[in-house]
């Protein structure tokens, strides 16, 4: 365990659902990352959130909708997403302005159907 | 933005030979190169890391070297072992952003 949890592991979505990634960090951090990992990119970054605020959107539809209540909590609402959406989706936090290791969750596997 | 390439994307070694991945990277601002091992169906994890004031790190079979005038880093895996097949990341953080090379899936053939 890294410190960083991510729920659900796994989720099947319909076009039309809506559904929400949670992560949670229990390390002190104060920046928090969503990334999606597929076959095509396998590591991209979608969001950073530093000290609760967002500090990148590397052009992510607006279908992903992040949000993050507080420093230990990050979380991605999804809606109308689409197939090429299916990717597993990583979460990750480091101590912002400092040069140490980003930790990352166990990530959760997304399809979309 | 940050700009991170890695080459190659696959490579393949011989059990006890050693194998070399590249980065390079287009912020000069960066100054944090971490390395990331992941291994199938796994979180990607650090294996090693450079600072910016540091030319070179080793970590027993694992070294890395960094070369910020080029803007390019390396990472080196001596003496392989089949525990070493994964995908390895490279990365550069400048402006407190961490931005990830493509990968390298390495194997190692026993």
């Known amino acids: 365990e890294t410190g960083v949890t991510q729920t659900p592991r796994h989720l099947v979505m319909g076009m039309t659902n809506k559904k929400s990634l949670k992560c949670e960090q229990h390390?002190?951090?104060?920046?928090m990352y969503w990334y999606k990992q597929s076959a095509k990119k396998p590591l991209e970054l979608m969001f950073v959130?530093?000290?609760?605020?967002?500090?990148e959107n590397n052009s992510v539809p607006s279908r992903f909708s992040p949000e993050c209540p507080n420093s230990s909590h990050l979380f991605l609402h999804l809606h109308t997403l689409q197939p090429e959406d299916s990717a597993l989706y990583l979460c990750a936090s480091s101590q912002a302005s400092l040069n140490t290791e980003a930790f990352f969750g166990q990530g959760t596997r997304l399809t979309v159907v | 933005g940050e700009n991170v390439e890695q080459h190659p994307s696959t490579l393949s070694v011989q059990e006890g030979d050693s194998a070399v991945i590249k980065c390079t990277y287009s912020d000069s601002a960066s100054n944090y190169f971490p390395w990331y091992k992941q291994e199938l169906g796994k979180r990607p994890q650090l294996i090693i890391d450079?600072?910016?004031?540091?030319g070179e790190k080793k970590d027993q079979r694992i070294a890395v070297t960094l070369n910020k005038t080029a803007k390019h880093f390396s990472l080196h895996i001596t003496e392989t072992q089949p525990e070493d097949s994964a995908v390895y990341f490279c990365a550069a953080k400048g402006n407190e952003k961490l931005t990830f090379g493509t990968g390298t899936r390495l194997t190692i053939i026993p």
């Open positions: 450079i600072r910016s004031n540091v």
């Open positions: 959130y530093n000290f609760k605020e967002q500090t």
């Open positions: 390390l002190g951090h104060n920046a």
